[in-house]
């Protein structure tokens, strides 16, 4: 019933009669206690080993759980929940990685643990596994051979039973099929070509089922035929703004009624005015401690089904 989508042609004609799919209705965030740039796992980490203030990370992370709050108080997310962080973990805090929640048909949560690409990385998949536990939500994990990497690289269609997924650098094509069979969903690839953009959620940025922001620059030419197969609306971001200041790695989310909420992290003038343009209530906060280790604000929660 669910497969991956590699053809173009079939993806377009198809797609629209996917079935339905609620949004998150809220957040899990880390807190930054370890959080740190100990090794360079990404073209952002070569400057910055050992270069993070600690205490903006942390006054930057309160900015951004009371953003997420006034989403809460607007009723657009419905809760957030917080873990903390563990010592000698210092990436936890980029929690959209080693996790992914989904809801099964039965309307039932699951949630796929990563096999991240770096072995420092997959203790923290142990912690939510753990954490994960406790709540009473059931888990799956791939062999460990084949790499996935959560959020991160697996992001929601709005409103339908559909993942796009990013891969070439840290997840595999070969996780598709297991991801599409595990949560009950369709699965449409994209390959990923620039190291700069080594996870999906650095160069595509859902806006709602119509609208997306991308950078060119990250995909080879038959994922932007998929991007424009499935969206009215295809905004591009400058390379520059993409690569400084994380613009895609901005979170959009909608309210019952529609309403589109943007948290961006600063700096970003061209994604701004397009979210402006599409009727977006844009806050902003600065994330420059975060981008030091190649993250920002859509690394920093996983979403979540509670009701």
């Not at 996780?175 to 390959?191: D, M, R, S, Y």
Request: proline letters at 4%; charged letters at 25%; a negative charge.
């Amino acid at each position: 019933m669910y497969k991956v989508w590699i053809d173009v042609n079939e993806l377009r004609d198809s797609f629209f009669g996917w079935s339905k799919m609620p949004e998150p209705t809220g957040l899990l965030m880390v807190t930054p206690k370890y959080f740190d740039v100990v090794d360079v796992k990404n073209p952002y980490m070569l400057e910055n080993v050992g270069n993070v203030e600690a205490d903006l990370a942390e006054l930057q992370w309160n900015h951004l759980q009371a953003a997420f709050m006034e989403l809460k108080e607007a009723e657009v997310i419905h809760h957030i929940e917080t873990l903390e962080g563990e010592d000698d973990l210092e990436d936890m805090v980029f929690c959209a990685n080693p996790v992914f929640e989904w809801l099964l048909e039965d309307h039932q949560p699951v949630v796929l643990l990563s096999n991240m690409r770096h072995e420092r990385r997959q203790g923290e998949v142990e912690a939510f596994k753990q954490y994960f536990a406790v709540q009473g939500i059931k888990t799956r994990q791939l062999p460990e051979e084949i790499k996935v990497e959560g959020n991160g690289d697996l992001i929601p269609h709005p409103g339908i039973r559909a993942v796009w997924m990013g891969y070439g650098f840290r997840t595999d094509l070969q996780a598709a099929e297991w991801v599409a069979n595990t949560i009950e969903a369709h699965v449409i690839p994209l390959k990923l070509i620039s190291h700069d953009f080594y996870h999906l959620d650095t160069c595509f940025c859902v806006i709602d089922a119509e609208n997306v922001a991308i950078c060119t620059e990250a995909f080879d030419e038959e994922s932007i035929r998929k991007i424009m197969a499935v969206f009215t609306h295809v905004h591009e971001v400058p390379l520059k703004e993409a690569k400084e200041h994380f613009a895609l790695n901005s979170l959009i989310m909608r309210s019952p009624s529609g309403q589109k909420y943007g948290i961006l992290p600063t700096g970003n003038e061209t994604l701004k005015e397009i979210l402006t343009d599409l009727d977006t209530t844009v806050i902003e906060v600065d994330t420059s401690e975060y981008i030091k280790s190649g993250g920002s604000v859509y690394c920093m929660k996983a979403f979540t089904y509670r009701k």
